[in-house]
């Protein structure tokens, strides 16, 4: 169920993207299986199993529903989902799937006897590879790489908050909220906020 919600998410913020670039419907599908799914996909072949939507495709279905409303919405409402409306939606969208990713990541690692640190690793690589994947596809620079913003650092805080609980065998539940909070949090403080590490010193005067 949550790797579902993640899956939708994702795919919406691949169509968000799309829209904004003035995609066909194939471009719409394209983009938002690839961000549905990337992330899924590079952990299911790090852990050696097979890729989960290969073995069910109600996901890719997910991901072609969403990409088809939302270009049917952008054609039918041109300027209201690839506007400044639309570019918040992404933004908020790209959090809340970059933190049910980074649970979803390690609890997987977690269920087939991965190590706690190499679990929260796979789950901030989950959270974040199919946002990259958008991203560049799409011309774009990855959101990993905008500025100081917790990004890769919220989506890290959220898979090590799970497994941390995880390894104490509090109830999944529990575990799966606080995850979700955890990554959210940091990802919303930072965009809300201004929340960031402090900038590293540059380079002198006479150095590229």
């Given at each position: 169920m949550l790797e579902a919600a993640g899956v939708a998410v994702f795919a919406l913020t691949g169509a968000l993207v799309a829209a904004r670039k003035g995609m066909d419907p194939f471009g719409f599908i394209l983009l938002a299986?690839?961000?549905g799914v990337g992330g899924g996909t590079l952990r299911d072949l790090l852990l050696g199993r097979l890729v989960f939507w290969v073995r069910d495709p109600s996901d890719v279905f997910v991901c072609t529903a969403v990409a088809l409303t939302?270009?049917?919405?952008?054609?039918?409402?041109?300027?209201?989902?690839?506007?400044?409306?639309?570019?918040?939606?992404?933004i908020w969208a790209d959090a809340a799937g970059l933190a049910l990713f980074a649970v979803v990541g390690t609890l997987k690692?977690?269920?087939?006897?991965?190590?706690?640190?190499?679990?929260?690793?796979?789950g901030a690589m989950t959270a974040t590879f199919g946002g990259i994947l958008?991203?560049?596809?799409?011309?774009?620079?990855?959101?990993?790489?905008?500025?100081?913003?917790?990004?890769?650092?919220?989506?890290?805080a959220g898979a090590a908050m799970?497994?941390?609980?995880s390894l104490l065998v509090i109830e999944p539940v529990i575990?799966?909220?606080?995850?979700?909070?955890?990554?959210?949090?940091?990802?919303?403080?930072?965009?809300?906020?201004?929340?960031?590490f402090p900038n590293l010193p540059g380079p002198p005067a006479d150095q590229p």
């Amino acid at each position: 169920m949550l790797e579902a919600a993640g899956v939708a998410v994702f795919a919406l913020t691949g169509a968000l993207v799309a829209a904004r670039k003035g995609m066909d419907p194939f471009g719409f599908i394209l983009l938002a299986t690839v961000t549905g799914v990337g992330g899924g996909t590079l952990r299911d072949l790090l852990l050696g199993r097979l890729v989960f939507w290969v073995r069910d495709p109600s996901d890719v279905f997910v991901c072609t529903a969403v990409a088809l409303t939302c270009w049917a919405t952008a054609y039918a409402r041109p300027g209201l989902i690839d506007g400044w409306a639309g570019k918040r939606l992404l933004i908020w969208a790209d959090a809340a799937g970059l933190a049910l990713f980074a649970v979803v990541g390690t609890l997987k690692a977690l269920d087939v006897g991965i190590s706690p640190l190499s679990a929260i690793a796979l789950g901030a690589m989950t959270a974040t590879f199919g946002g990259i994947l958008r991203d560049i596809l799409a011309g774009d620079r990855p959101m990993v790489l905008w500025s100081r913003d917790f990004y890769v650092t919220a989506a890290a805080a959220g898979a090590a908050m799970t497994a941390g609980l995880s390894l104490l065998v509090i109830e999944p539940v529990i575990v799966m909220a606080a995850g979700l909070a955890t990554g959210f949090g940091l990802r919303a403080g930072s965009m809300l906020f201004g929340w960031s590490f402090p900038n590293l010193p540059g380079p002198p005067a006479d150095q590229p």
